[in-house]
Structure formats: C-alpha cells, structure tokens
DNA sequence: CCTTAATTCTTACTGGTGTAATAGATATTA
DNA sequence: TAATATCTATTACACCAGTAAGAATTAAGG
C-alpha cells in the first residue's frame, strides 16, 4: 500500500462532495460547494484539475461535460491522514491520544460514555 | 484563546527539541536534531529564524549566543491541532475516530484493553 | 587593535496552495 | 453555417514550506 497522494484542505473539501455524490458533473460539483463556501466557480474548477492531476480523481466525457469519480476511497484516505497525525502527535499510539484529551477535560462525560459503549460493543464483537 | 501560530511540519521538529529542552542554544538544537535528521544546521537556523518571527520562540542573548524559549506550550499546541484534526475528518467527534478505527480493523486487541481501562480510570475519577 | 572564527541575518530558489482571470474549444441555436 | 453560450485548459500571482548559501556582525585571541 504506496501512499496516497497528498490533498490540499480546500482540495478535500471539493473531495468531500465527490466521494458522496460521485459520479457527478463540474457545475453539480460547484452547485453543491456554493452551499457551503464562497469560492469562485474559477477556483472549484482549479481544484478539480488538480485533482485529476494528482490522480484522485477521474472523469467520463458525457457529450460536452465532465462527470468525475474517485480513483481513492474516502475510507483509505481518512486512514493514512489518521495514522500520520497519530504518528506526529501521540507516537502512533491512540491510547496516549484519548489519555491527554481525558486529562484535559476534552472529553465530556457523555462522550466518555459513549466511547464506553463502543468499546463494550466491539468486546461482545470479538467474543462471536 | 486566539488561533495559535501554525507551525509546519519541519518547524514542529524543532519544537520538540526546544519543548523538552529550554532554554536551548541554536547550537544545542542542531545537535540534537542532527541525530535524528540529516538537515544542514543552516536549514535548522532558518526553521528556529522562522518560529521567531511566528511569535511561537523568543530568545535571550547569552554574550554571542541565542538562548530560546517556547512562547507557546506543547499541550495547547497538540490540543489545538487534534481539535483540528478531528473536525476535519471526524465532524469533531472522538467516538467516531474511534469507532471508524474499530470498524477498519486499525486496533489490536492489547489496544482496546488498554482504552477501556483508560475508560474505567477516568470513570473513578468522575466518582470522587 | 586587528584578524579570525563563530553566530546570526539576508537572500534565494523550487514546489505546493489559495484564489482566480483569460484564452481556447465545442456544442447549440438562429 | 455562423454566432453564441458553455465548458475546459492555460496562465497568473502571492504566500508558505523545505532547503540552503552567502553576507554581515560580533566576540575572543594574538
């Protein structure tokens, strides 16, 4: 598994919509990154091509439009950019991550609950 | 609690050096990250010039030689990043992280022993 | 006090990113 | 088929980051 390669933050957003809607056109593209953002149509437009430059994505000429797919999955993405920041920041170690949120009161109680409740779920997913 | 100064990530290896270390000298610094990199100490004097000027290290001058210290502390610095890490591909939350490292098979079982212990300590400490 | 050696400051260059405008190609319509 | 409207491709430009060389300064020793 080669690394992916590296998308920009504004890149990612324009990524976010692809990966949910794919296949989908340019102007969908923008359409739907104008609820969001205030780019220019010109500047979604550059991200695209970058992307498809880079190898993210791909495209099928519909008659006159682009109609653009993922070339890597979201999910394997999310991964790789998890485990460079876990690597950075907390030795690779997600235990040392969860223990210094804990200690700073990052955490509510709630979400310590919930993360309980994960866990207690993936022990009963082990057991069977 | 403003934005604190981004730092790259060349810049964060030697932050990590001056965090464990201050007050330092430039020539100290480069010691240090010479055994773990092969950068030229001149590359080194611009990343520490550059983390001056961000406002994130200041310096006394020692007769001819500088002295640094962080202005700005590991922990906010890493909180800050980790918040931003986990809105970015977590929509903020942890249990998501967490529960997407599950699902992709990302943790050993030793791992999620030692999270759900975490979990249980912490739970004491809410009790008292 | 002047030379030298050490240290800091200025300048440089490439590649990526944010942000977009303009030019070129193509399909649709009059 | 020619003009127009719509897409895509090319070009632009400033700033940041990685990487470093060369110039300037300053302390110390002869």
């Known amino acids: 598994m080669s690394a992916l390669p590296q998308i920009s933050e504004a890149e990612y957003e324009v990524m976010k919509i692809v990966w949910k809607y794919a296949p989908i056109s340019t102007n969908e593209i923008t359409e739907k990154l104008l609820e969001t953002s205030s780019w220019s149509p010109k500047t979604i437009q550059t991200l695209i091509k970058r992307l498809v430059n880079k190898g993210v994505l ?46 700073n009161d990052r955490l509510s109680e709630s979400e310590i609950n919930g993360l309980r409740s994960l866990l207690s779920e993936s022990f009963h997913k082990e057991e069977n």
């Open 58 to 103: 791909t495209y099928e000429k519909e008659s006159r439009v682009f109609v653009y797919t993922p070339l890597i999955q979201e999910c394997d993405y999310i991964g790789q950019e998890s485990k460079s920041f876990l690597d950075r920041f907390y030795g690779g170690n997600i235990t040392t991550m969860l223990s210094s949120f804990i200690e």
